[in-house]
């Protein structure tokens, strides 16, 4: 098991940037493969985006492709969502999870370990 916390959320106008943390505590990071999701009010959690453990390979979702970009610093244990021109359908709860086994795209696995979240609210 991995401990995460998200950080960096926030309410923000619809255009504007935000990045996204979430630290880990425990194993080293560079042993996980790292997952983003969100969920919006009454609707399902979805997939984001994901980097593999190096940080050599990433995907992301067909929703934010272009606008979002995820990296890692294994030296500092960490892991960012980068979002550009954020848009009023982004407005959501905001969450990594981390895997030792693959990479972190199925919103409905348990994985090795998820964070609480962090509100990401963008105003139009």
């Known amino acids: 098991q991995v401990q995460l916390v998200e950080s960096g959320g926030g309410l923000v106008q619809a255009g504007a940037s935000l990045r996204l943390s979430c630290a880990a505590s425990?194993?080293?990071?560079?042993?996980?493969?790292v997952g983003w999701f969100r969920q919006a009010p009454g609707k399902e959690r979805e997939y984001i985006g994901a980097?593999?453990?190096?940080?050599?390979?990433?995907d992301y979702g067909d929703s934010v492709k272009g606008r979002f970009t995820v990296s890692r610093d294994n030296a500092k244990n960490m892991v960012y969502l980068q979002m550009n021109n954020l848009k009023p359908e982004d407005t959501a709860v905001y969450y990594c999870?981390?895997?030792?086994?693959?990479?972190?795209?199925?919103?409905?696995?348990?994985?090795?370990?998820w964070g609480q979240g962090t509100q990401v609210t963008v105003s139009s």
């Open positions: 999870a981390a895997s030792s086994v693959l990479l972190p795209r199925n919103p409905e696995l348990k994985y090795d370990g």
């Open positions: 425990g194993r080293t990071f560079g042993v996980y493969a």
């Open positions: 980097i593999s453990k190096s940080g050599a390979t990433t």
